[in-house]
């Protein structure tokens, strides 16, 4: 029901129980104010004939009392009349049948009760009477009573008069005065419809101005003003209805800035229903499919979907069983006949039973093309790594035979024919001897550095612990020879890593903490803690010569040496760069912080699990 019948009937509801309630009350009130007005002329009549009345109760003469009533009735038209004693015996009656009873009926007792007139309406011979009670008047008192009275009180009334008085001509006038409030309450109640009926127009225009505006919005259309036609609280609530609606066309939530945006994608987009039947498209779907999907014939996604291969999934079953679809493969049918590559994304939107399906689709064409290019960028670059891998091995092998060859005849000579040289042709032989197995070892460590690359171990989950305990094993000559204590902590995690490439980040960061000490008892120390919830870090701390602040970089530099060759035990300065690599090569980061003389630490981070990024 709408609003407008709803206050009409309200209206006309509340102004039937006010016009009844009108009548109900005004026909009491008319009722018994000529009752009144009749009471009030029958005990002024009885009043007037007071003296003789008395004189009928006080005598008892019935005859008396019988003359008395019969003026009364005379005067006042009464349809029956009786003289009363004080205790309600009918001394005298018009109706002689009833002489000598005993009236004790309610109406007698509250007259007799308050001294003053008691009056009810009945029927009486089938026509309405006011069956009055009235106190006779008492005899006047005297100068002398009078200054008792006080004390004395009144008189009570030596008895009552009871009289019908017609209401015949009280009717009448009780029926033409209903009749017109009647006239009067129907007028009121016309106006009174009249005027609420317009007053709930003019409120209810306001509101249904508002109701048009939200239908509107509610369809998409943001940029709606409804006209303010009143300044109370439903114009200030219209007032704040445009503002929202301003807000709202200003927002990326507007239907025409949502469409812009949709047809600006560059990618096609389709909105189907659970069936595929499309319902808004943008204009790069049709400009790859080449139908006119936003023509009025229906197009079905279906239609032009097919699987990548044989056997494939259904991309709406699996989107039913999934809820969602993501860069799935398959073939768009374009309108032409060809079938296109395409990469299909979707989500179901909206409520059970209306939703929507939202799909993506990606022009794969240039991918594929892509990744065929790659593919055999892969093959080729696989065919030139094993090149240079043979080409690495045979370069190496044949360097190092001719450098094996200077370093025997050169320590040959040395040793063989020491005597009859001169001590600089000795020396000269020396310096052929060191550079050559320098050269050698620049090789080894060089082939070494690529190989890092180049040579992919397996993966699994090792314990660090054990792989810093074997570097340590292998190291324990140097130790010896060294004096020197290392200490690996029970802390070291199990992670995913290559072990053979990590034992070798041990061994090189453990051999340098020994190599670049000048203690007498050089101190290594291998520990682990937890770094956020996805890294290890490491640290390899020793107590040897420590790094100027400077070199804390270019240390990590292939072939980098901050002391003389022959210094701390030589080195082509290949060792910390190898760490770096094979660190880098698991995703982490290595640094160093030191101080000179009063030792380093290397730290590095590794991933707990490669599979599982962070």
């Known amino acids: 029901m709408k609003l407008y019948a709803k206050i009409i009937l309200l209206l006309l509801a509340l102004i039937s129980v006010a016009f009844w309630a009108n009548i109900h009350f005004s026909r009491k009130a008319v009722a018994a104010a000529m009752s009144g007005q009749i009471g009030d002329a ?66 007698f007792l509250r007259a007799r009760e308050t001294r003053a007139m008691a009056w009810d309406r009945i029927v009486f011979n089938g026509q309405p009477i006011l069956d009055a009670v009235i106190p006779v008047q008492p005899k006047n008192s005297s100068g002398e009573d009078l200054m008792f009275v006080g004390l004395e009180g009144n008189k009570p009334s030596p008895g009552f008069l009871r009289a019908g008085l017609p209401l015949t001509p009280a009717s009448k006038a009780e029926g033409q005065i209903q009749y017109h409030l009647l006239l009067i309450g129907l007028a009121v109640a016309v106006i009174a419809v009249i005027l609420g009926a317009f007053s709930a127009h003019v409120i209810l225009r306001q509101v249904n101005l508002l109701a048009e505006g939200i239908r509107k919005v509610r369809g998409g259309h943001f940029g709606v003003t409804v006209p303010v036609v009143s300044s109370d609280e439903l114009g200030e609530a219209a007032l704040s209805f ?31 229903d659970e069936e595929g039947w499309i319902i808004k498209s943008n204009r790069a779907a049709s400009e790859f499919s080449g139908y006119e999907l936003s023509g009025p014939e229906k197009i079905n996604m279906k239609d032009i979907l097919e699987q990548h291969t044989d056997g494939a999934g259904e991309p709406f079953a699996l989107l039913s069983w999934s809820g969602r679809i993501s860069e799935l493969d398959l073939w768009v049918k374009a309108k032409d006949g060809r079938r296109l590559p395409a990469m299909l994304s979707a989500v179901f939107i909206g409520s059970e039973g209306h939703r929507q399906i939202v799909s993506l689709l990606k022009d794969t064409t240039r991918h594929r093309e892509a ?69 050698r070892k620049l090789i080894d460590d060089l082939l070494s550095y690529s190989r890092i690359s180049r040579i992919r171990n397996p993966y699994e989950t090792a314990s660090t612990r054990q792989l810093a305990g074997q570097a340590v094993s292998e190291l324990a000559a140097m130790i010896d020879e060294r004096k ?59 107590n040897g010569i420590g790094i100027p602040a400077q070199y804390f970089e270019e240390i990590f530099t292939m072939f980098k040496r901050l002391h003389a060759r022959g210094e701390y035990g030589g080195g082509t300065g290949a060792g910390l760069a190898i760490v770096r690599k094979i660190i880098e090569e698991h995703n982490g980061k290595i640094w160093v912080e030191s101080a000179e003389g009063e030792g380093s630490t290397f730290f590095f981070l590794l991933p707990e699990d490669l599979r599982r990024k962070p």
């Open 371 to 439: 990744e065929a290019r790659m593919s055999q960028y892969i093959k080729d670059l696989a065919a030139v790594n094993s090149e240079l891998d043979a080409f690495a091995h045979t370069v190496s092998h044949d360097l190092k035979e001719p450098l094996r060859g200077i370093e025997m005849f050169s320590g040959m000579l040395l040793s063989d024919h020491a005597a009859p040289l001169e001590p600089q042709a000795a020396d000269y032989l020396g310096r052929i001897a060191r550079a050559a197995g320098r050269m």
């Open 242 to 272: 445009n503002k929202l609606c301003q807000d709202l066309s200003d927002t990326t939530v507007s239907r025409d800035y949502l469409d812009s945006v949709l047809e600006s994608l560059p990618d096609p987009l389709l909105i189907t």
């Open 42 to 107: 029958a005990e002024g009549a009885a009043a007037h004939m007071s003296e003789d009345l008395r004189s009928a109760l006080v005598s008892g003469s019935e005859m008396k009392a019988l003359k008395a009533l019969q003026a009364y009735m005379q005067r006042t038209g009464a349809l029956y009349c009786g003289l009363l004693a004080p205790d309600g015996t009918v001394l005298a009656h018009t109706n002689v049948a009833i002489t000598g009873a005993r009236l004790n009926d309610p109406l």
């Open 484 to 542: 020197a204590e290392v200490a690996v902590s029970d802390s070291l995690p199990e992670i995913y890593c290559d072990p053979v490439k990590l034992r070798q980040v041990f061994h090189n960061l453990v051999t340098n903490a020994m190599k670049y000490n000048d203690r007498p008892a050089p101190k290594v120390t291998v520990s682990a803690e937890k770094f956020g919830e996805y890294y290890w870090k490491f640290s390899v701390a020793d």
